[in-house]
């Protein structure tokens, strides 16, 4: 649902950063004058990450790429060959829970909360797979709210800019050589205004709740598109109706020979058209936005897969295969080994919630796990314990992976 973003990243730990040994960062020179710039840039996982002269810090990049690159996943038409030009892919579907994989990735690897990460720019995007080629449906987009389309890559690709948002329109079977017919529709979000219309801020409001507002006003200004069905069949239609029609496909018609007062009239005319003689290929790929968006954005719980000794907590976890714990409700923390059931669906780790309730029920072993996992200085993000104890869980977490070689997202 996610797929590039540009994050301000708030009271990150510069010396930290700098020294992380997979990010390089680089002093970049204009190839024009020659001049040093005052940045300085690492590239990781086909994102970018942007050190400014005054401290701050912009990550941007395809979140959708990046998960796809650490869990290895290529575009079909990957080329060995072709290695050092390739952009990354993001023409498969990416979930909440990938998304929030993805966050907790971030985390660890800024040393930093949710709320640290700050959205300056973010696009909401499902991928389709309508039954027609999707050059069919693009060649026939006409206009959105007022402004014509840009296209560009062969047609392959179309978008309005507007001044808060872009709507963007891809054949990306066409991109990555996917087998199925495959058009990505997305909304690029530019402005806080809009989003805080959609209660997002920063990485910590990614929920269900706000990808479904995402997703609504992706379908309302997918809705707002003005196109033309080459589907139409115009086999029994007159000689005036294939005159209409003609003129109806044609942008400039719409923009420059049409007064905007008048437009309303003719684009419930056309929709008359399509409605009763075309396949009606917008709605065709509106159902899909609606029927993947749904599924994209609902939360699945994890299988419990790790047992855990939690005498040397977080490093003694091996895989456990058995029926019995694949079938066990409970949600068990891999790193404390304490039940975690009272936390929301997505998470798989003890955090504040957690915590909180384990200070109630157990102080004994929650003031264990204090003195074992409490170290370094927090930062002003950490507004409780609970922040400090969940951020230090977190690093356990994918510091064991790395170790242990377990199929999970893992940093280095």
Request: proline share 3%.
């Amino acid at each position: 649902m996610i797929d590039f973003t540009k994050i301000l990243l708030l009271g990150i730990d510069l010396k930290r950063l700098y020294n992380l040994p997979q990010l390089e960062f680089k002093t970049e020179v204009s190839e024009k004058t020659g001049v040093l710039s005052t940045k300085h840039t690492a590239y990781y996982h086909f994102c970018k990450i942007v050190i400014y002269d005054s401290g701050l810090i912009l990550f941007s990049g395809s979140i959708h790429k990046l998960y796809n690159s650490i869990k290895n996943q290529k575009a079909p038409n990957y080329n060995e060959k072709q290695k050092e030009t390739y952009k990354g892919f993001n023409g498969n579907q990416f979930t909440i829970s990938q998304i929030l994989e993805v966050r907790t990735h971030l985390e660890v690897l800024f040393d930093c909360e949710p709320q640290q990460m700050q959205f300056q720019n973010i696009e909401f995007g499902v991928n389709t797979q309508p039954n027609f080629e999707p050059k069919l449906f693009l060649k026939g987009l006409l206009y959105h709210n007022g402004k014509n389309f840009e296209y560009r890559f062969e047609n392959n690709f179309a978008q309005v800019e507007h001044q808060q948002y872009f709507i963007k329109i891809y054949n990306k079977s066409g991109q990555f050589g996917i087998s199925k017919h495959t058009v990505r529709v997305e909304l690029k979000v530019t402005k806080a205004e809009y989003l805080k219309n959609l209660n997002i801020k920063t990485f910590e409001d990614i929920n269900q709740r706000t990808l479904e507002n995402a997703l609504k006003s992706l379908l309302k200004r997918f809705d707002e598109v003005v196109y033309y069905d080459y589907t139409i069949n115009k086999k029994n239609f007159t000689k005036r109706q294939k005159e209409t029609l003609n003129n109806y496909s044609n942008p400039r018609y719409w923009l420059y020979n049409l007064k905007p007062k008048n437009r309303d009239k003719h684009k419930k005319k056309l929709k008359g058209f399509i409605m009763n003689y075309s396949k009606n290929l917008h709605q065709k790929i509106r159902r899909e936005i609606n029927l993947k968006g749904v599924t994209i954005n609902r939360l699945f719980k994890k299988p419990n897969g790790v047992t855990i000794n939690t005498s040397s907590i977080g490093l003694n976890i091996t895989p456990n295969t058995s029926k019995k714990s694949s079938q066990k409700k409970d949600r068990i923390c891999p790193i404390t080994g304490v039940d975690i059931s009272v936390q929301k669906e997505d998470s798989f780790l003890l955090s504040n919630t957690g915590f909180k309730v384990l200070e109630k029920e157990n102080p004994t072993y929650y003031n264990f796990l204090i003195e074992t996992l409490l170290t370094g200085k927090a930062n002003r993000y950490e507004k409780s314990i609970y922040s400090k104890l969940s951020k230090q869980v977190r690093n356990r977490y994918f510091n064991n992976i790395e170790k242990h070689n377990l199929k999970q997202p893992t940093l280095f």
